[in-house]
């Protein structure tokens, strides 16, 4: 009878209960969600759907901006959000994010609109979003953000008088360069000057008038990314001091 007992023991601890569970011990972890946390910039199971629906949701709104604005103008008022949507996507989700967004923006507006029209949404507001997402995401300063966009801004200006000439048949920028001249003669005549401004001189104020005018844009846009994003939980920056005291802004 001892032999027995003792026989019936040593089979018990050869098979242990921790060992014979092990494998619904790992099912039920992996169930549960006990696993190791994932590598950094690799989404968990639950953000995966979160960043689809928001770069989704954020794409569909500043395709909704654009395409108000275009039946219905109003101003400048809603022109100053045309890169927010796609940079609020790049603040909270990436580059990769953010990209898709403006590409899925640009496919709906072509869907929407035509192929023309969508791709002046995309050159340079899209592009210019996902810029100024990733400066902000870096902390640059106004100074760097501001330039680098009204950079974009003035090459997706350009674009489009290229797109649009195409399009016409007729080299739009003669247009241009006539209502510049007329100003710069009326500038010169105020001043006294006799003399006649080149083709050259007249092609570089031109485009000095375009750039300082992306730069006041861009300096808009960033008063509203303050003041709109920080309510978001997703903060930019923080402008330069005498911005600050301008606008009365409190930290």
């Known amino acids: 009878m001892s032999d027995f007992l003792s026989a ?5 601890s050869g098979s242990s209960p921790s060992k014979n ?5 790992a099912a039920i972890s992996d169930l549960a969600g006990d696993r190791k ?3 950094p910039g690799t989404p968990t199971t639950r953000e995966a759907p979160l960043r689809l629906v928001e770069t989704a949701f954020l794409a569909s709104t500043a395709s909704l901006i654009w395409l108000i604005n275009y039946y219905f103008p109003l101003g400048p008022l809603l022109r100053v959000f045309f890169p927010v949507p796609i940079a609020l996507v790049y603040l909270r989700w990436g580059n990769r994010a953010a990209w898709m967004s403006a590409l899925v923006s640009g496919l709906l507006l072509s869907v929407l609109m035509g192929p023309t ?10 592009v210019m979003g996902v810029a100024l997402g990733g400066l902000w995401r870096r902390k640059a300063s ?17 674009f489009k008088f290229w797109l649009l000439s195409a399009l016409v048949g007729q080299d739009l920028w003669v247009y241009v360069t006539a209502q510049v001249t007329e100003i710069v003669e009326w500038v010169f005549v105020k001043l006294g000057w006799l003399s006649v401004p080149s083709l050259s001189t007249i092609g570089a104020i031109a485009a000095g008038m375009i750039l300082v005018n992306n730069i006041v844009y861009l300096f808009v846009v960033h008063l509203v990314a303050l003041l709109l994003l920080d309510r978001l939980g997703n903060p930019i920056p923080r402008p330069p001091r005498w911005v ?3 606008i009365d802004y409190e930290e």
Do not use: C
């Open 37 to 39: 946390n994932p590598a």
């Open 8 to 12: 019936d023991a040593t089979s018990n």
């Open 21 to 25: 569970n092990e494998p619904e011990t």
């Open 117 to 126: 029209r969508s791709i002046l949404y995309v050159i340079p507001f899209g």
């Open 244 to 246: 600050q005291v301008l």
């Open 142 to 158: 106004w100074s760097v953000s501001i330039s680098v966009g009204a950079l974009i801004g003035t090459v997706g200006f350009f």
